[in-house]
């Protein structure tokens, strides 16, 4: 399968992730979904139109979410613009440090969501805004290690078909 097959999935597959229905308990630790695929294909795949991919991301979360339309939007591709840009030093830790290393980007993009919600009068916990973040880091390795394995089998299976 390609890796535009694979990009698209992951993509597809955070959304429904983001909006599947979870007990109350559960929902305010749930991982931010599109916020860990774009930043994992920021980062790992620089060929992938990861920005352009959280811009349209972004609307698609506006909308079902309920959010004012651009607040996923903007926070994703600044995200995306960001890893992007500083994907040089983040590609050099391991997985595991790299999780701790975008711990300030997630949290960039959750005060970005607490502010424009502030903005627009749309109550939002203070505290319990937050919790998602220790989630989001602490998926970060299970999903870009998952994301790494699909994207090596598919560079396997290239190599295989080009030597005879």
Same mark, same amino acid.
């Given at each position: 399968?390609?890796?535009?097959?694979?990009?698209?999935?992951?993509?597809?597959?955070?959304?429904?992730?983001?909006?599947?229905?979870?007990?109350?308990?559960?929902?305010?630790?749930?991982?931010?979904?599109?916020?860990?695929?774009?930043? #994992?294909?920021?980062? #790992?795949?620089?060929?992938?139109?990861?920005?352009?991919?959280?811009?349209?991301?972004?609307?698609?979360?506006?909308?079902?979410?309920?959010?004012?339309?651009?607040? #996923?939007?903007?926070?994703?591709?600044?995200?995306?613009?960001?890893?992007? +840009?500083?994907?040089?030093? #983040?590609?050099?830790?391991?997985?595991?440090?790299?999780?701790?290393?975008?711990?300030?980007?997630?949290?960039?993009?959750?005060?970005?969501?607490?502010?424009?919600?502030?903005?627009?009068?749309?109550?939002?916990?203070?505290?319990?805004?937050?919790?998602?973040?220790?989630?989001?880091?602490?998926?970060?390795?299970?999903?870009?290690?998952?994301?790494?394995?699909?994207?090596? +089998?598919?560079?396997?299976?290239?190599?295989?078909?080009?030597?005879?």
């Amino acid at each position: 399968m390609s890796g535009t097959f694979w990009f698209l999935l992951s993509l597809l597959l955070a959304l429904m992730l983001q909006i599947v229905q979870m007990p109350e308990t559960l929902a305010l630790v749930r991982p931010i979904w599109p916020l860990l695929v774009i930043g #994992y294909w920021a980062l #790992y795949a620089p060929q992938t139109p990861a920005i352009f991919a959280a811009w349209v991301l972004g609307l698609c979360c506006d909308v079902l979410l309920n959010a004012p339309l651009g607040q #996923y939007a903007l926070g994703l591709v600044v995200v995306a613009f960001l890893i992007r +840009r500083l994907a040089g030093i #983040y590609v050099l830790f391991p997985i595991w440090q790299a999780a701790l290393a975008l711990l300030p980007i997630w949290a960039l993009f959750v005060f970005l969501m607490f502010w424009i919600d502030g903005l627009t009068r749309h109550a939002a916990d203070p505290t319990l805004r937050w919790l998602p973040i220790v989630s989001t880091t602490l998926v970060w390795p299970l999903l870009a290690g998952l994301l790494d394995t699909l994207r090596a +089998r598919r560079k396997r299976d290239l190599n295989r078909i080009r030597l005879p």
